[in-house]
Each structure stands twice: as structure tokens, then as C-alpha cells.
């Protein structure tokens, strides 16, 4: 009896005990997540956010639209603005280009102008959280909105009127291509909408249906003819309503078809049941912010990381309907569970296709985030770079609603595949993978032809090309980590077969082949070297075989992408511990860090809004700056991590409209600080490793996928106690200043002891990445692009290497000439030259034409051209050297906003009978060709006769690139000197989006013969 009274007792213990456990998981689960995000973070200043309602990676992002499509416009709403014009269905977030904004709505009250039905409101009458957005219009309506995955549910409630409207705009913002409105019976209305703006044909679907009937009129559909005779089209849709009344829209999108629409909207919201809707949202968002719980930080850290956390899962979003179909970059119609195209093999139907690839920020933290909250995801965005490389002819660069925009410079797909396979995520063809990264980087574009030739990007090859170089050189590197991993497996998949051991150990061809194309890539992987200058100590852009100059660090050009010297010199991720050599060792490169943080130059040259967030040359508002604080791990001095990250942490973050220090960037901004505030950073995606940085919670939890828990404590972490002091993992003493994706997928708890001071012992190894195969960077050389009557041209190199080179443009071998001291030239001379080092291993060879000047003539010029379009110098205009539709060649002489005007001397009386001269034009960058030119005739420079009057016959609205010589035959005379003005176009005409601003004029050459 009493064993049993035991049992009931141990029965009932246990019982208690399960119901406890039951609680506390029941109350894990509930908590709201949400409270801590505020969608008005990053709305004002240069954050490009917007406040509406979503859901994670939901097709749909339903908000209202404040401004047109200027720059601070990008996402449809500015902080700053004080008027509604609807609220459309689709935003970007954070991208800095405007787009989207389609199918607007809006609620009115009394007579429809078409053109004027926007209102005022206040932001105290607003109110925005994770999937839901409400607002009070001055015109007396409240909206409310909120969204499932494809469909937008609006809630409108109307004052009493007999002149309730709600009107559609089809036409708002993007330039409509086509556009189709349909009413089907009194509630129903479809239609599409294609667009060109910065995706030059985007299409989408859409089926609206409204609560309540509503009547139309002739009057209340409004067609204007447009562009190319397409009909842009507006409706209004009226209501008689009672005080209080709520009228609900719910509008499904579709990027295939109205039927796709059609079906997306039976399948999410079926009925009318706007708070059911909006929980439903709420529920989703809970579920993905919990997968990381933190604790223990300020009220504003915790606002800050969790609305982090939510601009992170914004994007990419889901672009296909639920029936699997999606519109392809080949603007063909496929399905995810189909075999529509015979060469796809990803035939997963509970996947999606996604768009709104931002990859040039993205690869840098936001995927390497995904690769640990959210593998599946991970999966599904590869897929959709294969699919996309299938039926698109390569990887994407800056894909958008089913369109290249080729936005940005790299091929970075690249590393984010390469960072899922050095990560062993599964659930993608890895061959298949693997042959789209190698086709991306053999294309013949964006100066990769170059590139792979000579090792680097010239300037007169592609514009940004040293940014350009430096990323190549690091997407080839990630293509050599997915060579090896897939070598790696053939070596632990090869069986043991036969009695010959020889034959064992022999490769197998598929071995040998990933050998060869490791061995390739990883070389190319080297060519950061090829723009390093030592005596500078920055990576340096090139031209015609050597440095230009002058040059100045801090001054923004087009050889660098939204940076400059200083940021980009950093920026070899795939091999510190080779730029750290280049510098003489840690030591110096930790001072070069100090240097950037710490110098006192301004930005100078070109103007670029988004490089802001500064801290000496450190950029943090541009994601090339993002690794950089971490650096110092790498060279030994991780305190200076520490107190670099918690700067930017706490002056860069701040939970406001306009707290975000540049755009968001589809969620790489926020990855940045969910990473930092953790405590680490993986500054080489596709090395699985995390540097160290300096936690700012007591305690994280991050919820893996798969069951397991990583959990980072720092119990006495505060605002002064940022340096780490010791650290240990899973119990362990961590002298380590690093930890790798295997420790976190694994589980378990990493925790620090901090400090309110540097403390310079606590590890003994330090994050690393270095390549292996070392290769020689090519030889400089230092020549004039012309000269008159002779010049010294010399040849540089690193140490120990030996130059070979030509002077009669032939390639040079090792049986060509050995340089050994300057070269003197007396006429145009094409020089090739190479290095071999002491393994005998060659560089690529490197080109420069030194030019002898055509003629004795001089040129004055009487106004001062732009000091970032030279075309090489005063003489530029008469050196014949002819520019191409690369405008930052160096090639052409630019013109803001003045007019050309030069005289050239002939130094002695000639006779002329054509006059004319080369100039470019490209609408988009703001270069046009002269209105007209003028030329006029002089004996002794002051005193001038005209002789030609030459009129431009290029259109001001041609977008084509051309170049274009305007030449006039002339009467025969004799002069010395001949005057000639081309005139500017002036202000910027008020169709083009830079209206209002200055135009340029390029010229490369003045033709007098």
C-alpha cells in the first residue's frame, strides 16, 4: 500500500512537473516579439524604409506612398512629408533606386479629382507594427492595412457621405508600358499593370475585391493616353456611407497572370476577416523573431535589434503564386513543380521562386545570416539563383520582379552559394551550382574580359575598376572554395577498388578537372595584388599599363563603387593575411586601420549622398566599410574591434525615423548589427568562421533549425564594459579570438567576462585567411600616355621578380628583353612586359601605349573642365587619342555646367579646310552632345572671324549610348589659331530624373584639318 501511495505521489509530481514545463514552453511561445519593432526606423534620413504592413518575405508590402520617385523617395514613403497619395501594394526597403509602388489605392471623401485625391495627415494619427498599418487622413478617413503573403487587405472607415470613394490608380509613379483594368460586377475589379523604371519591364497581376458594392460612371474611369499611346488608367469606385462605416478592399498580386491573382486570393483570404488577418501576421512575425531571443539589453538595444531583425525578413520576397507558376527572366511563364524547362532538375513544390536580390549588399552579412536562422530559406534562394541562371543565361546580379538590372558591380551569387556549400547546407544540385559560378565569371562584360586577360580592370576598360578588380578577385576566390569542397567529396566518396595502390592514388578525371579549376580561380583570387601600390599603401586604379595621377585617398571617383581609396584597400577578405604582407606585416596593418579611423581628411570629388556614417574615412552607411572594424582581430589587436564595433553599434543605430546612417539595403544594414550585437561577424563568407567582436546583451539565444540552441552570455556586459576579458565555449577556456559555424551549429553556450578595459592577453590565436598558392602581381608601368619629343618610361615590380618585356607590341616570352634600367622613346611605342618569379611562375602580361602628339599644336583652354573626366589633361582634345562609349575612361574631357571653350595654336600660319570634334552623349549620366558648335579663325589670337556653325542633330531624349564626330567642310583659309565653342545643354530638361541639374559635356577630340 504504501508503494503505491508512493507511486500516486510520484504520479502526481510528475504530472505537476509536465504541466510546468507545458507553461513555460506555452509562454515561450507567446511572447511578443513585435512590441520591440518599430517599422518607422530607417523612414527618415537616408534609411529608405517604409512603415506598411507585410509579412516575412511576403510578395506584398502594402504602405502608403508620400512622394514620387526622387532619391529619398525610393521606398514610396519619407518621414519627413506631410501628404498621403495612396497606398500602393508593393516597396522596396532601403535599396537607394525608386521602383515598385504598384496598384495604388485610396479613400476619399466628396468630388474625385483625378489628378489631385491625395491628403494630408499627421504622424501623430499614424501607428505601424509587424504587419499591420493604420493611419487618420485629414480628409476624415482612417486606413488600415495589413497583408498575407500575396494579398493586401485594406480597412477603410468613412465619415458619413454620400461621396465615398476609393480610387485606383494605375498609372502612379513608373512610367506604364500597358495596363488593363476590368470591372466584374459591383466589387470586383482586375487588371495589370506593366512598368519600366529601374526594372525596365515589370508586370503585375492583380484581383480586387471590395466589401461592398460600389457604382461607376463614365466619369469615374479615367484614361490618358501616354507614352507610345499606351492608356494609363485611374478609376473611382463610390459609396454612400454612415458615420463610422468600414469598407474593406482585399487585393491579390500576381507576377503570371489574373488568374493567378484569382487563386492567391481564394487561397489566403477568403473572406472578410481583417483581424483575423492581421494576428495571422502578427503570429508569422513572432515566429520569425523568435528564432534569436535576447536579453538583458537597454529598452533602445532591444528596439533596435528586433526592428533589425524584421527589415532582415522583409526580403527577398516570394514571386511565385500558390500554385507553383512564376514569371522566369526569359519572361516565360514556369512552375516550381513542373518540368516546364527540360534543363532544370529543382522540381520542389513546396519551394518558392523569390525576387529582390540586393547581392552586392546582401552577400556581405544578411546571407551569411540566413545560413543560420534560416538554411531552408538558404536553399530556396539558391534554387531560385539556378533557376534564374537556366532560364536568365547567367547568376544574378541585382535581380528585381523578374528583370536584370545589372545594379552594381560582381557576380555575388557567388559567395552566397559558395558560403552554403563551405557550410555543408544541403538541398541544392552543387554541380549545377558550381557551373553557373564558372559561367558568370567567363563572360565577356563589365571589364571581365580584361580582367581575366591582363589580371586586373583598367580604367579605360570599366568604370569602378578597382572596385571592380577587388570583387572579381573575391568571387573567384569563392568559386575556387566550391571547387574544393567538391574535390573533398569525390575524395570521401571514391571507393577502394583493386590490388594497385598506385592506381588508388591516381586522380580521377572529375578530380583532376576540379584541381585545374581550383588552381585557376584561386590565382585570379590573387589579383587584388595587381592594383596595390606600396609606395601609397592603397589599391590604386589603373590605366595604360601604370597609376594614374595625380591621386588622392580620399577623394571619390568612378574607380571605386560608393567609396573611395581608403575603404577599398581593405576590402580583400579572401586573404588578409596577403594584405597584411603587402603592408610589411600586422603591425603596419593595424596602423593603416588606425589610419582610416583616425585621419582628419574630408571626402572630396564627386558628390555621393549614401557614403555617410563616417569615422575618419570608415563608411559605415556603404557596405564596403562593413568588415573592416573587424580586421583588427586579424592582425592582432582585437580590442580595437571591440571599441571600433560598440561605436558603431551606439552611434549609428538609434530607434528613430532617422535612425539608420544610410540606406537599409534590404536587410545587409540591419544583418550588420544583429551579427555585431551578438558579439561576432564573418568577414569572409564562404570561410565558415566568426571573428570576435563585442557582445551587447547579457545573454542571446540563437534557435537553430535544427532543435539545438547556441546561447552567448555576457553577464556583465554594460556601456563600459566592452572588452572582452576571457571567454569560454561550451565550458571550455576560449583563447581563441574566433569560432567556427560547426561550434554554433552544434549548440551550446559561448560566454564572455567583460571589461571597461583593452585587454591585449586573453587570446592566443587569431582569425585568419590566407591563400596558399602565391602568385606574382603584375609589373607597373610608369609611362605618359603622350609626349612630344622623346620620354623615360620605366617598369616596376615587386621585389625578386624579374620583367620581361616588348617594344613593338609583340607578346614578350622569356627569351625577350630583360629590364634592367629606364627605356627612351622617340616615337609611339606599344610596350608589353611581364614578371616571373623564382618558382617560374608568370604573371599575365600588361599593355601600354605611349603615344607620340600628331602635331606641334597647343591648346588654351578658357574653361576649366571636371577634375574627374580629364581625358588625361589639358592636351587631351588634341592628343588623338579617340574616347569610346565608356565615358570614366579617362579617355573623354568633361564640361559641368559651362561651355568647351578652347583656342588652339598651329604655331604657324596653316591652311584649313574641315573643322569639327568628338563628343559623347548618355542621357542617363547626364551627358549630352553640344546644342551646337562653333568655330572661329585668327591670326594673332585675339582678333576672331567665324567660319562654322555646326548644329548637333542628336536628339536630347535619345538614351542610347553614342559617340558622334561633327564635322563641317569649310571654305580653304590660312590661320594660326582657331577658337572653338561647344554649347552646353544647360539644365537638365524637366522629363529626366536628375531635372534641374547641370549637364555635361564630354569631348575626346577637336578635328582641324
Known amino acids: 500500500m504504501k508503494s503505491f501511495i508512493g507511486f500516486k505521489r510520484f504520479a502526481a509530481f510528475r504530472y505537476l512537473v509536465l504541466i510546468a514545463a507545458l507553461t513555460l ?45 526622387d532619391w529619398d523617395g525610393s521606398s514610396g514613403y519619407h518621414y519627413s512629408d506631410s501628404i498621403i497619395y495612396g497606398f500602393s501594394h508593393t516597396h522596396l526597403n532601403g535599396t537607394g533606386i525608386p521602383d515598385y509602388c504598384d ?232 512552375n516550381i513543380a513542373d518540368d516546364q524547362n527540360p534543363k532544370s532538375e529543382i522540381r520542389n513544390p513546396k519551394s518558392h521562386q523569390y525576387t529582390v536580390f540586393s547581392l552586392w549588399d546582401t552577400f556581405r552579412a544578411a546571407h551569411p545570416l540566413y545560413t543560420i536562422v534560416d538554411q531552408r530559406r538558404t536553399v530556396e534562394f539558391i534554387n531560385t539563383f539556378i533557376r534564374q541562371y537556366e532560364q536568365g543565361g547567367r547568376l544574378p546580379v541585382w535581380e528585381l520582379a523578374g528583370n536584370e538590372t545589372d545594379t552594381m558591380i560582381g557576380y555575388h551569387a557567388v559567395p552566397v552559394i559558395a558560403d552554403a556549400m563551405a557550410k555543408d547546407i544541403k538541398g541544392f544540385d552543387y554541380d549545377k551550382a558550381f557551373a553557373a559560378a564558372k559561367h558568370s565569371a567567363e563572360l565577356d562584360h563589365f571589364g571581365l574580359k580584361a580582367y581575366r586577360k591582363q589580371g586586373f580592370v583598367s580604367m579605360e576598360d570599366e568604370n569602378e575598376s578597382v572596385s571592380r578588380t577587388l570583387e572579381y578577385a573575391y568571387d573567384d576566390y569563392c568559386i575556387a572554395q566550391m571547387a574544393g569542397v567538391l574535390y573533398m567529396a569525390t575524395v570521401h566518396k571514391a571507393p577502394v577498388t583493386g590490388d594497385d595502390e598506385d592506381d588508388h592514388l591516381k586522380p580521377t578525371p572529375r578530380q583532376t578537372a576540379l584541381g585545374d579549376d581550383y588552381m585557376k580561380y584561386i590565382r585570379r583570387a590573387q589579383n587584388y595584388k595587381n592594383l596595390f601600390d606600396r609606395q601609397t599603401g592603397f589599391m590604386r586604379p589603373k590605366q595604360n599599363g601604370g597609376f594614374i595621377a595625380p591621386f588622392q585617398p580620399n577623394e571619390v571617383t568612378l574607380h571605386y563603387t560608393e567609396g573611395n581609396a581608403w575603404v577599398y584597400t581593405f576590402f580583400v577578405p579572401q586573404d588578409v593575411s596577403g594584405l597584411m604582407e603587402l603592408f610589411g606585416g600586422r603591425e603596419n596593418f593595424a596602423k593603416k586601420l588606425d589610419g582610416l579611423f583616425t585621419t582628419e581628411d574630408k571626402l572630396t570629388g564627386r558628390e555621393q549622398p549614401d557614403i555617410t556614417g563616417l569615422i575618419g574615412q570608415y563608411a559605415h552607411g556603404n557596405e564596403p566599410s562593413h568588415a573592416i572594424a573587424y580586421l583588427y582581430d586579424y592582425a592582432g589587436e582585437p580590442w580595437k574591434t571591440q571599441r571600433t564595433v560598440r561605436k558603431i553599434l551606439d552611434e549609428f543605430y538609434k530607434p528613430a525615423p532617422d535612425g539608420l546612417i544610410g540606406n537599409e539595403d534590404c536587410g545587409q544594414m540591419s544583418a550588420w548589427y544583429i551579427l555585431s550585437a551578438l558579439g561576432f561577424y564573418e568577414v569572409n563568407p564562404s570561410q565558415p568562421l566568426y571573428a570576435f567582436g563585442t557582445p551587447i546583451f547579457r545573454e542571446a539565444k540563437i534557435n537553430l533549425e535544427n532543435g539545438k540552441t547556441f546561447t552567448i552570455k555576457a553577464p556583465n556586459v554594460s556601456d563600459r564594459n ?95 628583353a630583360v629590364y634592367a634600367k629606364p627605356l627612351t622613346l622617340d616615337k609611339t611605342t606599344v610596350l608589353k612586359a611581364f614578371v616571373i618569379n623564382q618558382k617560374g611562375e608568370k604573371s599575365p602580361t600588361v599593355e601600354s601605349r605611349i603615344n607620340r602628339m600628331p602635331h606641334d599644336w597647343t591648346i588654351r583652354l578658357l574653361r576649366k573642365y571636371n577634375r574627374q573626366y580629364t581625358g588625361g589633361g589639358d592636351e587631351a582634345l588634341i592628343d588623338g587619342i579617340r574616347g569610346t562609349v565608356n565615358y570614366a575612361s579617362g579617355e573623354w574631357q568633361g564640361y559641368q555646367p559651362d561651355d568647351l571653350i578652347a583656342v588652339i595654336d598651329l604655331k604657324k600660319e596653316t591652311e584649313i579646310h574641315r573643322v569639327g570634334g568628338g563628343f559623347l552623349q548618355i542621357a542617363r549620366s547626364w551627358i549630352w552632345m553640344p546644342t551646337h558648335i562653333t568655330f572661329e579663325i585668327s591670326d594673332d589670337g585675339e582678333n576672331f572671324t567665324p567660319v562654322a556653325d555646326l548644329k548637333t542633330d542628336v536628339a536630347p531624349d535619345d538614351m542610347e549610348k553614342r559617340t558622334r564626330d561633327f564635322v563641317q567642310e569649310i571654305k580653304p583659309v590660312k590661320t594660326r589659331f582657331v577658337r572653338v565653342r561647344a554649347y552646353n545643354l544647360g539644365r537638365i530638361p524637366a522629363w529626366h530624373p536628375g531635372a534641374g541639374n547641370d549637364a555635361f559635356i564630354f569631348a575626346d577630340e577637336l578635328i582641324i584639318e
Open 25 to 69: 514552453a506555452a509562454g515561450a511561445q507567446t511572447v511578443d516579439y513585435t512590441r520591440y519593432v518599430d517599422p518607422f526606423i530607417g523612414t527618415g534620413g537616408h534609411g529608405h524604409t517604409f512603415p506598411g504592413a507585410t509579412v516575412p518575405f511576403g510578395m506584398v508590402q502594402l504602405s502608403p506612398d508620400t512622394r514620387g520617385d
Open 103 to 334: 496598384i495604388l489605392l485610396m479613400p476619399t471623401v466628396g468630388e474625385v479629382n483625378f489628378d489631385n485625391f491625395k491628403s494630408g495627415f499627421s504622424h501623430t494619427n499614424e501607428t505601424a507594427t509587424p504587419g499591420y498599418y493604420s493611419v487618420r487622413l485629414d480628409n476624415g478617413v482612417t486606413a488600415e492595412l495589413t497583408a498575407t503573403e500575396r494579398v493586401g487587405l485594406h480597412r477603410y472607415t468613412f465619415p458619413q457621405s454620400d461621396k465615398a470613394n476609393i480610387v485606383l490608380d494605375l498609372k502612379w509613379r513608373d512610367r506604364v508600358l500597358d495596363s488593363e483594368l476590368k470591372i466584374v460586377g459591383n466589387n470586383r475589379v482586375e487588371g495589370y499593370r506593366r512598368s519600366a523604371s529601374w526594372a525596365k519591364d515589370q508586370i503585375v497581376y492583380f484581383v480586387a475585391e471590395f466589401s461592398k458594392p460600389f457604382t461607376i460612371s463614365k466619369e469615374s474611369i479615367e484614361s490618358i493616353s501616354g507614352p507610345n499611346g499606351v492608356e494609363n488608367r485611374k478609376a473611382a469606385f463610390y459609396f454612400k456611407t454612415k458615420a463610422g462605416e468600414q469598407i474593406l478592399v482585399k487585393v491579390a498580386l500576381s507576377p503570371v497572370s489574373i488568374e493567378g491573382a484569382r487563386k492567391n486570393l481564394a487561397a489566403e483570404i477568403p473572406g472578410w476577416d481583417f483581424e483575423k488577418v492581421r494576428q495571422n501576421a502578427k503570429t508569422a512575425w513572432n515566429r520569425e523573431l523568435s528564432k534569436i531571443e535576447v536579453a538583458g539589453g537597454t529598452d533602445a538595444q532591444m528596439k533596435n535589434f528586433y526592428t533589425a531583425l524584421y527589415h532582415l525578413n522583409i526580403q527577398p520576397n516570394v514571386f511565385d503564386d500558390t500554385d507553383g507558376n512564376y514569371r522566369g527572366l526569359d519572361k516565360k511563364t514556369h
Open 722 to 816: 566592452i572588452y572582452i576579458k576571457s571567454a569560454r565555449l561550451n565550458g571550455y577556456e576560449q583563447r581563441k579570438a574566433y569560432f567556427t559555424h560547426e561550434n554554433l551549429m552544434n549548440g551550446g553556450t559561448l560566454e564572455f567576462e567583460m571589461t571597461d578595459a583593452p585587454v591585449r592577453d586573453w587570446f592566443t590565436e587569431m582569425p585568419f585567411s590566407k591563400i596558399l598558392n602565391d602568385f606574382p602581381a603584375v609589373p607597373a608601368i610608369e609611362a605618359p600616355r603622350i609626349f612630344r619629343d622623346r620620354t623615360e618610361v620605366r617598369i616596376a615590380a615587386d621585389p625578386g621578380l624579374k620583367i620581361f618585356y616588348t617594344l613593338d607590341g609583340s607578346e614578350p616570352d622569356e627569351k625577350s
